[in-house]
């Protein structure tokens, strides 16, 4: 799925108001999208104490979802180059409504973690359209103020995911308890869907191009034979097949490997353009993209079941408390896109990472100065730092990645940047088992379930800080500064010229 193939297609002419239509509602699904994965962290003790899901389908009901989502990215951007992106996105907006009434309707953990699945594979249908058809729909000169507004979505998904979420379980609206954080999608869906077969202008990529399904299949059961045993090992009693199947899961991983190189010789279509790892600033970037996926998925399901579970607190107030930090994610990354970089390049990126680092210790220490008794405006100092440290990091991030990769492979590696992201926040959801409740006795008294919880999180804190430490490390192969692309005599940066990262 690359920007590059589609210059021929046909575009609305500069006076064409459909456009802003098609705009709109592209923009909306990107919003349900991102609101849809902070949504769910939020109501997840509320769905776990609900339904009597264990704390393994808990896992799998985010990861399950990231996990569908990053071995489908790549495909549905593939899927549109090829029978057309207005209808691939179609699809999946269509069968993403779907799957979140299947969620909303779900009698039990196990339609749960099956109806998420579905959910992050039509997701990987829709998302991957909404910026290929933003690049066929606008001229070059209209697109920086297009990726403005984009980047204003993503902000704003990442403010009223959790309150949403919080809002929406708490007023337990017509008694359906946590299901109205899935049925909401319904009327967004289905009015996505009507005006988008009247509003979104088809388009195609000009040369055939073929899927690798062998590819998908290979990361998939790659991903599957290592992120299966990660989350109900401990529930099991960690069996021999377990470990077994996770270094299972390397060979298959070198099997891929082997697969694209031949796969790239003999049609150039592969999955994984592997030519893109000899791009130094790519390769570290893909590894600092996949760590702080790690990261991130640690955090943020230990994070929700401390303060609702550890710490007794209501769902409301624990989205809340959220607050403070998805705003300074908001500001300090419009902040670091429109005045830091430009003038330190990579070191913001690597400031980001110790202002991160330095805001999970200040939490580890209120976490164990306060234990129970801590407070929500305690938390808001370690919220504002973490937050403002991971908006230094991702609003940057990819344009730095991106800065050296040739022309021709941008859309490989964009798709590969995101899809690597998700495997890193699926693979971090995974390891909770790990870092979380590996550490909390299996048989706890009522009484014993908040503290068990609050060790646990400071536990997890700890490592990652120790992540974050890995990324700044890693950041040092980045460029010092993203690369400039000329266009139409208009300068832009990188990531607009090819395709940005979308966050989910």
Request: charge should be neutral.
């Amino acid at each position: 799925m690359t920007f590059t193939d589609t210059p021929h297609a046909p575009q609305p002419a500069a006076g064409d108001r459909r456009r802003w239509f098609a705009l709109a509602i592209v923009m909306t699904a990107a919003f349900m999208d991102l609101v849809d994965v902070t949504i769910v962290n939020i109501a997840i003790p509320s769905i776990q104490r609900d339904e009597g899901a264990t704390f393994s389908q808990i896992q799998w009901i985010t990861a399950g979802y990231a996990l569908a989502f990053a071995a489908g990215l790549v495909t549905g951007g593939r899927l549109g180059d090829i029978h057309g992106r207005k209808r691939i996105f179609l699809v999946g907006i269509g069968g993403f409504t779907v799957a979140s009434a299947l969620c909303g309707l779900a009698v039990n953990p196990e339609m749960l973690v099956a109806s998420r699945i579905l959910q992050g594979a039509m997701a990987a249908l829709m998302v991957p359209q909404v910026l290929s058809i933003v690049h066929a729909t606008f001229p070059a000169h209209e697109r920086g103020k297009v990726f403005g507004l984009f980047g204003a979505v993503v902000g704003l998904g990442a403010v009223s995911g959790p309150l949403l979420g919080a809002l929406l379980t708490e007023w337990n609206l017509f008694g359906l308890e946590w299901r109205p954080i899935f049925l909401i999608n319904l009327p967004v869906g289905i009015a996505g869907l009507v005006l988008g077969r009247r509003f979104i202008t088809e388009s195609k990529a000009p040369r055939a191009l073929k899927l690798d399904l062998v590819g998908v299949a290979l990361v998939t059961l790659g991903l599957l034979m290592l992120l299966y045993p990660l989350t109900r090992g401990r529930e099991l009693g960690w069996p021999a097949w377990g470990y077994v199947s996770m270094a299972g899961a390397l060979a298959v991983f070198g099997a891929l490997v082997a697969y694209e190189r031949a796969k790239g010789a003999r049609d150039g279509s592969p999955l994984i353009e592997l030519s893109l790892f000899r791009v130094k600033s790519f390769a570290a970037g893909i590894a600092v993209q996949t760590v702080f996926g790690i990261g991130l998925g640690v955090f943020f399901l230990v994070w929700t079941l401390y303060m609702q579970i550890g710490l007794g607190w209501s769902v409301l107030r624990a989205g809340l408390t959220g607050l403070p930090f998805s705003v300074a994610v908001s500001a300090a990354a419009g902040m670091s896109v429109q005045l830091l970089v430009p003038r330190f390049g990579r070191k913001v990126l690597q400031a980001g990472a110790l202002v991160m680092a330095a805001g999970v210790l200040i939490y580890l220490w209120e976490a164990e100065r306060y234990g129970q008794a801590i407070t929500s405006w305690q938390m808001a100092l370690p919220l504002v730092v973490m937050g403002a440290g991971m908006g230094l990091i991702v609003a940057p991030l990819t344009d730095a990645v991106l800065s050296e990769v040739p022309r021709e492979h941008a859309g490989s590696a964009s798709g590969l940047i995101n899809t690597v992201q998700q495997m890193g926040n699926a693979l971090g959801l995974g390891l909770v088992s790990v870092v979380f409740f590996g550490v909390i006795d299996e048989e706890l008294a009522p009484a014993e379930v908040g503290p068990a919880f609050v060790d646990g999180f400071q536990h997890a804190l700890g490592w990652v800080a120790a992540v974050l430490g890995v990324i700044f490390l890693l950041m040092f192969a980045l460029p010092k500064r993203p690369a400039q692309h000329v266009e139409g005599g208009q300068e832009i940066p990188a990531a607009v010229t090819k395709e940005p990262e979308l966050v989910s």
